[in-house]
């Protein structure tokens, strides 16, 4: 028996305000790039075996969902059953998922993700590696 803790993230850039000096009293104009881009990183880890699955996706929907758990299903020890706590999210709690056999899902309350240690991964990420 394994235990896995599965979360997603969004990750993105989104331009701030752009700041241009000019004589007091003026008002410049200053072309700002409003656009923005999305990712959605899948992560699941297993703390016992110091393993893990993630996928980068361009949405979070079933699914992709779906991609991640045939990820970690494949990740999980040949002989073993995986046990998954993931959070409420739309996509985790549908009936169109179709759990491989080597796992079943458990799910964490609502509004509770200190419950979850995969949120702490991705603070740590958000901190040292994709400000």
Not at 28 to 49: T, V
Not at 70 to 89: N, Y
Request: charged share 20%; proline share 7%; hydrophobic share 40%.
């Amino acid at each position: 028996m394994e235990i896995w803790f599965q979360d997603e993230m969004r990750l993105g850039q989104k331009n701030g305000i752009v700041r241009r000096w000019t004589r007091r009293g003026t008002r410049p104009r200053q072309p700002a790039d409003q656009r923005y881009e999305s990712a959605y990183l899948f992560g699941a880890i297993c703390p016992s075996r110091g393993t893990g699955a993630a996928l980068a996706m361009p949405y979070a929907d079933t699914e992709a969902m779906q991609l991640h758990l045939e990820e970690i299903s494949r990740a999980v020890a040949r002989g073993s059953h995986a046990v998954l706590l993931l959070d409420r999210a739309g996509w985790h709690t549908t009936g169109n998922l179709l759990v491989p056999k080597n796992v079943t899902l458990i799910f964490l309350p609502s509004r509770a993700p200190e419950l979850n240690p995969v949120e702490n991964i991705w603070q740590y990420l958000r901190q040292t590696w994709l400000p």
